[in-house]
């Protein structure tokens, strides 16, 4: 049986818990230093509590938890009255196999479908000359979800500024979902 998470949206008054927001920049960052391990130059970071703090003030994130736990996190934004954007969906290692991520994802689509929102981006960081066992998961999964790859665009002409962090030549692969 799946544990039942709790699982919602913050607001902008829970940027001012300094203890949630480092708590979410340390899971983010425990996280993809594991999934992203090799890709990165050593000492990057995923994000920083300035950045989560942010997203918080914005609206932008969800999150779950379990027994007053955080477990899990992904960010939303909206781009225009029909489009929106997710990223940056993690779930503690301890939690994982229980649907969380799934459940994540769900509150997304029904948080967007309610605002009118009918596609949804995503997109997934993958080496460029390098079979990872990660983003071959992700891919599968994303499909599986109902995602269509969109396209596939080397990191250096989307985000300049990330390529020299990287170890590897890595590209975005882009996906679309109809809400």
Same mark, same amino acid.
């Given at each position: &049986?799946?544990? @039942?998470?709790?699982?919602?949206?913050?607001?902008?008054?829970?940027?001012?818990?300094? =203890?949630? &927001? !480092?708590?979410?920049? !340390?899971?983010? !960052?425990? %996280? /993809?230093? +594991?999934?992203?391990? $090799?890709?990165?130059?050593?000492?990057? @970071?995923? @994000?920083?509590?300035?950045?989560?703090?942010? &997203?918080?003030?914005?609206?932008?994130?969800?999150?779950?938890?379990?027994?007053?736990?955080?477990?899990?996190? +992904?960010?939303? =934004?909206?781009?225009?009255?029909?489009?929106?954007?997710?990223? #940056?969906?993690?779930?503690? *290692?301890?939690?994982?196999?229980?649907?969380?991520?799934?459940?994540?994802? =769900?509150?997304?689509?029904?948080?967007?479908?309610?605002? $009118?929102?009918? @596609?949804?981006?995503?997109?997934?960081?993958?080496?460029?000359? +390098?079979?990872?066992?990660?983003?071959?998961? &992700?891919?599968?999964? !994303?499909?599986?979800?109902?995602?269509?790859? %969109?396209?596939?665009?080397?990191?250096?002409?989307?985000? *300049?500024?990330?390529? *020299? #962090?990287?170890?590897?030549?890595?590209? /975005?692969?882009?996906?679309?979902?109809?809400?």
């Amino acid at each position: &049986m799946n544990a @039942t998470h709790v699982i919602y949206r913050l607001g902008s008054d829970d940027a001012e818990d300094r =203890q949630q &927001m !480092n708590a979410i920049t !340390n899971m983010v !960052n425990d %996280v /993809f230093s +594991i999934e992203d391990e $090799g890709m990165w130059r050593p000492g990057h @970071t995923r @994000t920083s509590v300035d950045r989560i703090v942010q &997203m918080a003030k914005s609206g932008e994130l969800v999150v779950a938890e379990l027994d007053g736990e955080l477990v899990g996190v +992904i960010r939303v =934004q909206r781009i225009d009255d029909r489009t929106a954007y997710s990223s #940056m969906l993690v779930t503690h *290692p301890d939690h994982r196999g229980q649907g969380l991520a799934r459940q994540l994802r =769900q509150y997304v689509f029904d948080y967007l479908r309610r605002l $009118g929102i009918t @596609t949804l981006r995503i997109d997934n960081i993958a080496p460029r000359y +390098i079979d990872r066992k990660a983003t071959e998961f &992700m891919t599968d999964w !994303n499909e599986r979800a109902g995602y269509v790859v %969109v396209g596939r665009v080397p990191v250096e002409e989307v985000h *300049p500024e990330v390529a *020299p #962090m990287l170890l590897v030549p890595c590209d /975005f692969i882009q996906y679309e979902r109809v809400l």
